[in-house]
């Protein structure tokens, strides 16, 4: 080995070992130490800071684990939250309509009730006033009450004496209808007999031909007046019969 390869490693050395104190130092500083501690105590207080480093991992996982058990749990929380938020907003939302609903109905029904006060206060003005036209006929002067019941006595009687006459114009229509139909009957009767003086008649004016001896004493016969005698028999109700022609 020569020269220069020797001053090449203790330089080497010689910056590791002050690397190495510096570590020390770094080390002893960070421990808490004396910088003249001794191997023992660096061991032991690296060994304690290692222990610590270690108890120091588990409560950090400890919190961890805790920390991740609460979030699942505000997570659970946040979802039962927003279920229970959706479930509030679904029964708002009918209790809106509900109430949209009654509102309506109340409408309606205000509208109804107030047709109903309106058709109420109408009855009422009417009876007012049937009221007040009693109590203004009740308060009326004894004389003009005394006027109005000889006029409504006035009245009855004059109705009375109508009826009545009335009644005797029936009576006397219905004496005369008897005395007309009486004399239709007789002249029915009449109309009866000379139906059969007429026939009765041409039968004998029939026989008087028959028995002329000759046209000379046919001719002095008395002349039939067929148009009397048909006016005759047609007068007679139900009849319509036609004479002989006289010769």
Known sequence: MNQAEVEVQLKVWKELAVSKQMLMKAATDALGLQADCTAEELKQALAETIEHGKQADARIK????ETRQQLDAMEKRIKAS?????????????AQTKLDKFERDMGVERQAHLQEMKAIKAQIGERDREIKAIHKALADTPENVVKKLKQ????????????????????GLRKEKRKVEESLSAAEENLKKAEK????????????KEWASDEKQAKKLPV???EMLKDLEKAVPG?????????
Do not use: C, P, W, Y
């Open 62 to 65: 400890a919190t961890q684990d």
């Open 82 to 94: 927003e279920k229970a938020q959706k479930t509030a907003d679904q029964e708002r939302d009918t």
């Open 152 to 171: 409504l006595k006035k009245q009855k009687t004059d109705e009375a004496d109508a009826r009545k006459q009335i009644e005797a114009q029936a009576a």
């Open 197 to 208: 003086l007429v026939k009765q008649f041409r039968e004998l004016h029939e026989l008087a």
């Open 224 to 226: 039939v007046d067929e």
């Open 239 to 247: 009849k319509d019969k036609k004479g002989g022609k006289s010769s």
